[in-house]
């Protein structure tokens, strides 16, 4: 007994977890643990040394505000120096090209919804239950339907109202030309999507056009 005890005081020494593992389960135990502090210290040894504030996510505020500044500051000042009437309402005559534009929108935007849910719902459906629907192209081409709709969604709000505000108080033939490439751009991105940077080229022009008609409605605002 007392031989263990004085076995037991030696290896409590340099380890607790150690020194109880070979008195209770013999020295194999003891290595098994060793090694494993040893992995865990050659972990901790191996990660950056980082300060406290590097170990936080960035803020985005600075990116962002660059981005919203670069979209609307040169469309405003094109609506600034183009743009010299106010507000008013047209008649009703006036928004014949606009609700054309219109509905060239809505087509496009439905068009985009159904390939998205028949493809899913109707005629992959079965597809999806089979293991080639894991195949990377398989996936890639899922993930076009599910972008497509999501990106045109996305911009739908903005689009909608800064057409109609534009369309109803500034110029509706402006207003139905802009709907009209931006309807061409939406339809585009099935087909550009995910290649970039060539995807840029239908979204980027729909932030710009998007942002021209709302900037040519505040500075009819201004001017009224």
Not at 4 to 27: D, E, K, M, Q
Not at 115 to 143: D, H, I, M
Not at 170 to 186: I, M, N, R
Not at 195 to 219: D, E, N
Request: glycine fraction near 4%; charged fraction near 10%.
């Amino acid at each position: 007994a007392s031989s263990s005890l004085v076995l037991c005081h030696l290896v409590f020494r340099p380890g607790l977890v150690r020194g109880a593992a070979i008195c209770l389960f013999g020295p194999g135990m003891a290595s098994q643990i060793r090694a494993l502090e040893m992995s865990a210290q050659n972990a901790a040894e191996a990660l950056p040394l980082v300060s406290p504030r590097s170990q936080l996510p960035k803020s985005s505020l600075g990116p962002a505000t660059m981005l919203t500044a670069m979209f609307s500051a040169p469309w405003f000042a094109v609506n600034w120096f183009t743009q010299h009437e106010g507000l008013h309402a047209h008649d009703g005559k006036d928004m014949k090209l606009a609700v054309l534009s219109l509905l060239t929108y809505f087509l496009v935007w439905y068009f985009i919804m159904a390939r998205q849910g028949s493809s899913k719902a109707v005629v992959n459906e079965e597809f999806l239950k089979t293991e080639y629907a894991k195949k990377p192209e398989s996936v890639a081409w899922f993930n076009n339907l599910d972008r497509s709709f999501m990106n045109m969604q996305e911009q739908c709000p903005m689009f909608l109202s800064s057409f109609t505000m534009y369309a109803m108080f500034v110029s509706p033939d402006k207003a139905a030309y802009v709907g009209w490439a931006y309807s061409f751009l939406t339809a585009l991105y099935p087909a550009l999507h995910p290649q970039v940077p060539l995807l840029f080229i239908t979204t980027f022009p729909r932030y710009f056009l998007i942002f021209f008609m709302m900037t040519g409605c505040t500075v009819a605002a201004i001017r009224t």
